[in-house]
């Protein structure tokens, strides 16, 4: 089975400033898949960028990128240049390379970029 | 590309009637489709995973005769709530997975439709 935790249920951030949301797991699969996805308030899931648990970089899309630290089971998000268009929930979720392959979110995190 | 729809975006209904909610991937071949359900301020649940042609797969502690599931081709995929009661009103969000190994199907993204709010009078 697998579990992601968001320890931050809200955050806030002033426009234009980075800022990182927090997301560990735990997993007994060997291989699986990383993701984040933006839920603004009108309720579509929007991809926002995916590590592979045997890619050697950390991924990158843009102003995103996912700081993957596999020893200690984490993957954070960075956005960079916070726009106001960027406050929305955000969840993490993982999937196992093998099986059904489903997705297994966390609580989300809730961002509001400050003016 | 990767462009998934979800339709209706929402719908009111009495107590007592069914609903169906569909999934289309509109620019790609989805070999799998996964059915959430998100209560106000919650995350998503997972409700039952549906494989073209075959039935789906439902998690534990969801009622597959009152959550109807069908995926009768590699593009749609239909959600049907029988006998819709006030407990059910909830959001429902669906996804698509691309298959094969190569373009999108190499990464194993799913991707998401708009979500289907539905309230139950």
């Known amino acids: 089975a697998q579990k992601i935790t968001q320890t931050q249920p809200g955050m806030f951030v002033q426009e234009k400033e980075a800022v990182t949301l927090d997301c560990t797991y735990d997993?007994?699969?060997?291989?699986?898949?990383l993701f984040w996805y933006k839920q603004p308030s009108s309720g579509e899931m929007i991809f926002l960028i995916y590590?592979?648990?045997?890619?050697?970089q950390n991924a990158t899309e843009g102003r995103y990128s996912l700081n993957f630290q596999k020893a200690r089971k984490s993957a954070n998000l960075v956005i960079s240049a916070s726009q106001l268009g960027d406050s929305a929930m955000y969840f993490c979720?993982?999937?196992?390379?093998?099986?059904?392959?489903?997705?297994?979110f966390g609580s989300g995190t809730r961002l509001q970029v400050q003016p | 590309g990767a462009v998934v729809s979800q339709h209706p975006s929402w719908v009111i209904c009495k107590s007592g009637t069914s609903v169906k909610i569909e999934c289309r991937s509109l620019?790609?071949?989805?070999?799998?489709m996964f059915w959430y359900r998100q209560f106000p301020k919650q995350s998503l649940m997972l409700m039952a995973t549906?494989?073209?042609?075959?039935?789906?797969?439902?998690e534990q502690g969801v009622e597959k005769d009152k959550f109807l599931i069908n995926h009768a081709s590699l593009t749609l995929s239909t959600l049907t709530v029988t006998s819709a009661h006030p407990e059910d009103s909830s959001f429902y969000i669906c996804?698509?997975?691309?298959?094969?190994?190569?373009?999108?199907?190499?990464?194993?993204?799913?991707?998401f439709g708009a979500g289907t709010r539905l309230s139950v009078l």
């Open positions: 996804s698509a997975r691309a298959g094969g190994t190569g373009g999108l199907g190499a990464k194993n993204i799913q991707y």
């Open positions: 997993t007994s699969d060997p291989s699986y898949g």
């Open positions: 590590q592979g648990s045997y890619d050697q």
């Open positions: 979720a993982m999937r196992p390379d093998t099986g059904r392959r489903a997705l297994t």
């Open positions: 620019d790609f071949q989805a070999t799998t």
């Open positions: 549906s494989n073209e042609g075959s039935k789906a797969t439902y």
